[in-house]
Each structure stands twice: as structure tokens, then as C-alpha cells.
């Protein structure tokens, strides 16, 4: 049975920004904080150690005080040979996993402030049940692959697939038999953040 204390978090913060006019967007303020600080205050309790994700101003993110990895970190040479970093959210994820060492991990963005205070218990004991290597919640319309619980069983297949020149996480996870877990009931909590026009309507309501 897994317990909090075998469980990391892995947060994503490794993105181009492409549709927040390139900005970092952990780093962007949403009601007066970053957003990256929502997240922490989020899935801090949920689990033992949190490792961040990040390709850039990787000072602001380490005066965090946790452990920070990039793609470029990968041991995975196949996977960069098209472009040095900014690999896509399964890069991000392998990086972390390098560095992690509990028996699990779940992953979460940096644009979504509003992570469900139960994520992590919830996918937990689904992941107990069926001993599979992936749980990801499904809001009721989608599957939410960048919220997913993984143990480290899912290393070895995601360098492989990342070897193979393929980056699209959900066909990845979804190739994994993975548990899929309704959270249809608090679905407005993957609520996340793409655009800075989406965050000024926000942060203005």
C-alpha cells in the first residue's frame, strides 16, 4: 500500500510559454503570488518530497528550497536531438523521475492553482487496487494525463518512448493500461492557465 510518505511530486514547469507571450508561466502572478506557489501550497501536504521541472530561471525556482531538474538533465540523449530542451511534459517528467526516489510520483502543471485537496489520496488507493503503473483522473469530458499518479515501473517505458522520437503524453499513457479515476465531481479544479488573456479575466473576477 502506498503511503504519502512514498510519494513525490513532479511540477511542470519546463514550457516555452508559447501562448503566454513566451513568459514563464510558474512564474507568472495570478491573485498577487505566482503560480507556481499556488501549486506547492496545493500538493505540498499530499506528498513527501516535490521536485520541480522547470527550463529556465532555474534560480527562482530553486529559492523555492526543492530540488530542480530540466530536460536537458535527461540521460536521454534521442530524446534532445531535434532541440535542447523544451521537450514537451513526458521530457519534464522523465528528468524528474531520474531524481526522484519514492516508490511513486504524481505530476502536476504549473498553470493549474487549483489542484483537488484529495488528487493524490484518491488516485492512491486506486493505484493500491489495481497495481497498474499509471492512475489519471478524468474531469468527465477528458482524461487529465499531467495529473496522473505513476510508480516507477513507468521509467523504463517512457525512455523508450521518448527514444523513439514520440511526445504526446496522453497516447504515452494511455498505452500504459493505466486506471482511469472520475473526478467528474470537482472537474473545475483542472482548471489551468494557457493564456494570458485567460489569467487577466481571472484574476479580475
Request: aromatic share 6%; glycine share 6%; hydrophobic share 35%.
Amino acid at each position: 500500500m502506498l503511503l504519502t510518505e512514498d510519494i513525490s511530486a513532479i511540477i511542470l514547469s519546463g514550457g516555452q510559454g508559447s501562448r503566454m507571450n513566451g513568459k514563464d508561466k510558474g512564474l507568472v502572478c495570478f491573485q498577487n503570488k505566482p503560480l507556481i506557489e499556488h501549486v506547492i501550497n496545493c500538493i505540498s501536504s499530499q506528498v513527501k518530497d516535490i521536485v520541480i521541472s522547470c527550463n529556465r530561471n532555474h534560480d527562482s525556482y530553486a529559492a523555492y528550497g526543492f530540488p530542480i531538474t530540466s530536460d536537458l538533465d535527461s540521460t536521454n540523449s534521442a530524446a534532445h536531438s531535434q532541440k535542447p530542451g523544451y521537450q514537451g511534459p513526458l521530457a519534464g517528467i522523465q528528468a524528474g523521475l531520474n531524481i526522484i526516489r519514492t516508490k511513486a510520483t504524481i505530476i502536476v502543471p504549473c498553470d493549474s492553482p487549483d489542484i483537488p485537496k484529495g488528487l493524490v489520496n484518491r488516485l492512491r488507493l486506486q493505484l493500491d487496487e489495481t497495481k497498474t503503473s499509471a492512475a489519471i483522473p478524468s474531469d468527465g469530458n477528458r482524461i487529465q494525463p499531467l495529473f496522473s499518479l505513476i510508480t516507477m515501473a513507468i521509467k523504463k517505458p517512457l525512455d523508450d518512448y521518448l527514444s523513439s522520437g514520440q511526445r504526446k503524453a496522453e497516447h504515452f499513457f494511455l498505452q500504459q493500461n493505466p486506471e482511469i479515476v472520475d473526478f467528474s465531481d470537482v472537474a473545475e479544479h483542472f482548471l489551468n492557465f494557457n493564456t494570458i488573456k485567460s489569467l487577466h479575466r481571472t484574476n479580475n473576477h
